[in-house]
C-alpha cells in the first residue's frame, strides 16, 4: 500500500510500456527522470491505453511496485511534452480516483508567514 507520508510524486507523462517491472521501471527513474530511484519518493507510469498505473517507490529495505488497473474508462493522465510532472501525494489521489491533477475548483494551499 501507498503511505500518504510521501511528500513527491513524480509522474512520468507519456505512455510506459507496462511489461517493466522493478528493474526496468527503476532504470527509467535514474536514466529518463534524472531522479534517484532510493529517495523513497512514489515514480508513477501509465500505459498507451491509461487504464493502467504502476507507482515505484523505495521502501528501508527493497523496492515496492503498486499497480491499479481500470476494467471501465481511463486515467486521467497529465498529457504535455515534458517528460515528469511532480505532483504531491492529493492530487496523485485524485488521479487514481480518476479526476486531473489539475482541479480548478479545489482549494488552494495557504501558507503563512509571521511578520515582525
Same mark, same amino acid.
Given at each position: 500500500?501507498?503511505?500518504?507520508?510521501?511528500?513527491?510524486?513524480?509522474?512520468?507523462?507519456?505512455?510506459?510500456?507496462? $511489461?517493466?517491472?522493478?528493474?526496468?521501471? #527503476?532504470?527509467?527513474?535514474?536514466?529518463?527522470?534524472?531522479?534517484? @530511484?532510493? *529517495?523513497?519518493?512514489?515514480?508513477?507510469?501509465?500505459?498507451?491505453?491509461?487504464?493502467?498505473?504502476?507507482?515505484?517507490?523505495?521502501? $528501508?529495505?527493497?523496492?515496492?511496485?503498486? #499497480?491499479?488497473?481500470?476494467?471501465?474508462?481511463?486515467?486521467?493522465? @497529465?498529457? *504535455?511534452?515534458?517528460?515528469?510532472?511532480?505532483?504531491?501525494?492529493?492530487?496523485?489521489?485524485?488521479?487514481?480516483?480518476?479526476?486531473?491533477?489539475?482541479?480548478?475548483?479545489?482549494?488552494?494551499?495557504?501558507?503563512?508567514?509571521?511578520?515582525?
Amino acid at each position: 500500500m501507498i503511505s500518504p507520508n510521501r511528500s513527491r510524486v513524480y509522474l512520468a507523462l507519456g505512455a510506459t510500456d507496462m $511489461r517493466k517491472a522493478i528493474n526496468g521501471l #527503476s532504470i527509467l527513474v535514474a536514466d529518463i527522470l534524472k531522479q534517484d @530511484p532510493f *529517495s523513497g519518493h512514489i515514480f508513477a507510469f501509465c500505459n498507451r491505453r491509461q487504464n493502467i498505473i504502476k507507482a515505484l517507490y523505495w521502501d $528501508r529495505n527493497g523496492f515496492c511496485l503498486w #499497480s491499479k488497473r481500470l476494467e471501465k474508462n481511463r486515467f486521467a493522465w @497529465p498529457m *504535455s511534452k515534458e517528460e515528469v510532472k511532480q505532483v504531491d501525494m492529493r492530487q496523485f489521489l485524485w488521479l487514481l480516483d480518476g479526476l486531473s491533477v489539475e482541479q480548478k475548483h479545489a482549494h488552494k494551499k495557504l501558507s503563512y508567514s509571521l511578520i515582525f
